[in-house]
């Protein structure tokens, strides 16, 4: 069983920037893709990026293209979320997931077999 650990999470003010970043322990794999998720109280887990392990191939939600950059080091198998220009309406857990099958679907969440515990981020106006 592969374990994955968020860290980077933290209050920043509205147009402020964070880095997440993820490592994979435990029992290693090599992902298809790695995704970064965030769920807000109230709301549901909602995806953001994901990153196709080989290629690097990357995609977005559309409430963070442009602003948020998802990265993978495969050497240290670990995957980074750049986040920068936050808003408000980024405040949330987000969590890092990867995903050791093909799919067509990366931007579900049923696509990824490993999830971290989340770190948190708050934005504030």
């Known amino acids: 069983q592969a374990t994955l650990i968020e860290s980077g999470g933290g209050m920043v003010q509205t147009g402020g920037s964070l880095t997440l970043s993820c490592v994979s322990s435990g029992r290693t794999f090599t992902p298809f893709a790695m995704g970064w998720f965030r769920q807000a109280p109230g709301r549901e887990r909602e995806f953001v990026a994901t990153?196709?392990?080989?290629?690097?191939?990357?995609f977005y939600a559309a409430a963070v293209q442009g602003r948020f950059t998802i990265s993978r080091d495969t050497a240290e198998n670990t995957v980074n979320l750049q986040l920068t220009d936050l808003k408000p309406d980024d405040t949330a857990l987000y969590y890092c997931?990867?995903?050791?099958?093909?799919?067509?679907?990366?931007?579900?969440?049923?696509?990824?077999?490993?999830w971290g515990q989340g770190t948190q981020v708050n934005v504030s106006s």
């Open positions: 990153i196709k392990w080989n290629g690097g191939y990357t």
């Open positions: 997931a990867g995903a050791r099958r093909y799919s067509l679907t990366l931007r579900d969440s049923g696509a990824y077999d490993y």
